[in-house]
């Protein structure tokens, strides 16, 4: 599961064009995974048109804005923990964007990059480390079944990082 967004004025680069929608229901696979392909250079071009990030990485983003920003109201940050479509009004979203774009100002100042930063916090903190894959699916009853294969034998490592804990977030801890 991850979160969406949009962006509402991105910089169109000349000479690039949103590929058309396809027809899903007589499209070929072949021709599905040319308009993915499609889909995602044209949005890695076109910086601001779309920003997806997995649910783990959006809360520390969303907690890392409402804890350096002080510009987001509570009840916004709460409805940020879900991908319910929730929006927050252009004057918090803008007050957000600067007080990060001084950060990133003062850190230039200082030789250090964004990246830097995020390196200092996690060594103080530790460092968190996910990955996500998209699988599609014809037959829906797979996905129950690959995803108990997956709880019944989990990896002992992802792309080479041992896995040193698993959660089965579908399991309420009341």
Known sequence: MGFDLYGVNPKIKEGTKKPEEIDWKTSTEEEKEEYFKAVDEYESINKGVYF??????????????MEHTKCIDRKDFDKW??????????????????????????????????????????????????????????????????????????????????LESLENLSESKD
């Not at 997806?52 to 804005?65: E, G, I, M, S, T």
């Not at 009004?89 to 964007?97: E, L, M, P, Y």
């Not at 019944?152 to 041992?162: F, H, T």
């Open 81 to 162: 923990q879900h991908n319910d479509g929730h929006e927050v009004d252009d004057k918090d979203g803008i007050s957000a964007a600067i007080v990060i774009a001084q950060l990133i100002d003062e850190l230039k100042q200082q030789g250090k990059t964004f990246d830097d930063y995020l390196d200092e916090i996690g060594k103080e903190f530790g460092f968190y480390f996910t990955d996500q894959i998209s699988i599609r699916f014809t037959d829906l009853k797979q996905i129950a079944v690959l995803f108990k294969r997956t709880l019944d034998n989990p990896p002992k490592e992802i792309l080479g990082a041992k």
């Open 52 to 65: 997806r990030n997995n649910v783990w990485w959006w809360r520390r983003l969303a907690d890392y804005v």
